[in-house]
């Protein structure tokens, strides 16, 4: 069965309130496949050693970066994340007619991992991706290992810039971002791309996808199937039509309030719909917890101006249903948020959230105002304490008081996860009363 969905965006400083870029991300997977949050140390490489990826091995390079990333309990590579550069990267699955290949290959998420620990810039990481991808190819495989194997778009963004990278097999071609972008499970570059790979062109032609005249048109070529019709299709027409609308006023709630959005593509872009009918770019499994859900989110608030340090804010299953937890790359990652993997733990923070999301869909009437006001109240503490640790941080780190800065972001985080976790513990035991 193929993903169906995914939503990444982006909003470049001409377009944002406070003239920073801001990104975000909703990580959509199978409904019960647990995806925690690991952080991963800079590292320095002995010369000639290997990356052991999930199907293949490549070789390692000579230092990879600090990074965060939301990966899936069983795989190598991330859905999101960031590194310690203000790197950003998010990939969704996109559908293209090639065959499925006897060979393995990268998993998407594999080249989204490796751009992190690889790009000191947003260039830079699109330059590690698409050289990775003609070396070594991605797209769809056969393995033995069950694992679904699709082509994969991506943005990449850093304070400055953002792109979009959509791929076939071992071709791609690559986007630059003006203002604001969505992109979904849809092809959508078509003869606006400012990079190509060698090859791209002349395989399309073999395939009789394409003429030698005229300038390539990268989506229509390599595309299996309707471009405009089709959840993809429908869910990006909504993201791009919002940020439009909003431009020069979107704000990391506009952001979240998107991720969290319900709405399609007829309904009027300065609405945001609320309620938790399927459909929108927030993705619910079906009542009986089979198919898709909103598996992570992460709204990363960047900063170009050196005023302060970027706020990632990260969410654990449904967005319209959680909490968006600051995190600070600088400091330390609280460890009970890489806990889970593909059983139930109650010691699972990302499990805890599936529990939840559970016993408030089993009564949406009451359980959901009352859960999101416990959210609300919790989410405006954070936006007021978050953006002054991260001015606060800026000027330790300046000042050369690293550790004292390092110190404050986790014991910050650190807290903020203790209360996360109290009151999710403290609304299950609410609802299970209730249902019991």
């Not at 991260?390 to 800065?405: K, P």
């Amino acid at each position: 069965m193929k993903p169906q969905s995914c939503d990444t965006m982006v909003a470049l400083g001409n377009a944002t309130l406070n003239g920073q870029t801001i990104f975000a991300k909703n990580s959509d997977r199978p409904a019960d496949e647990c995806q925690p949050l690991i952080l991963r140390d800079r590292k320095t490489h002995p010369q000639n050693t290997q990356t052991y990826c999930q199907f293949i091995t490549i070789p390692e390079v000579q230092k990879t970066y600090r990074h965060i990333g939301s990966r899936p309990f069983w795989c190598w590579g991330y859905e999101h994340g960031f590194n310690e550069h203000q790197v950003v990267i998010g990939n969704e699955a996109v559908h293209s007619h090639l065959p499925v290949s006897k060979t393995p290959k990268l998993i998407g998420m594999e080249l989204l991992r490796l751009g992190l620990e690889r790009g000191r810039t947003a260039s830079e990481a699109v330059a590690v991706i698409t050289d990775l991808i003609l070396q070594f190819g991605q797209g769809k495989f056969e393995n033995t290992s069950n694992v679904r194997t699709y082509d994969n778009s991506y943005i990449v963004a850093d304070p400055h810039e953002a792109y979009v990278i959509e791929t076939a097999g071992h071709d791609w071609a690559v986007k630059k971002v003006e203002s604001t972008l969505g992109i979904s499970n849809v092809y959508s570059i078509e003869t606006d791309w400012i990079r190509l790979s060698s090859c791209a062109q002349q395989k399309a032609i073999e395939l009789g996808k394409t003429s030698p005249t005229g300038r390539f048109n990268f989506a229509a070529a390599f595309t299996e199937s309707s471009r405009t019709e089709g959840s993809g299709a429908t869910r990006r027409a909504r993201s791009c039509a919002v940020l439009s609308h909003q431009k020069g006023q979107i704000d990391v709630h506009t952001m979240m309030a998107l991720l969290s959005d319900h709405g399609n593509a007829q309904s009027p872009p300065q609405t945001f719909q609320t309620d938790l009918k399927q459909g929108g770019i927030c993705v619910h499994c079906n009542q009986d917890g089979t198919g898709g859900n909103t598996a992570a989110s992460l709204v990363a608030d960047l900063c170009a101006n050196g005023s302060c340090l970027p706020v990632y804010w990260c969410g654990f299953y449904s967005p319209c249903l959680a909490l968006f937890l600051p995190t600070f790359i600088e400091g330390q990652l609280p460890t009970i948020l890489n806990v889970g993997d593909a059983t139930f733990s109650s010691k699972s923070p990302w499990w805890q959230f599936h529990r939840l999301n559970q016993l408030v869909r089993s009564h949406p009437e009451d359980r959901v105002p009352q859960m999101r006001t416990q959210w609300q109240t919790i989410q405006n503490q954070l936006f007021k304490t978050a953006y002054q640790i991260a001015s606060d941080g800026r000027q330790l780190i300046n000042a050369g008081n690293e550790a004292h800065a390092q110190k404050m972001l986790t014991d910050y985080m650190a807290e903020n996860t203790c209360t996360m976790l109290e009151t999710i513990q403290s609304l299950i035991k609410t609802f299970e009363c209730k249902t019991a």
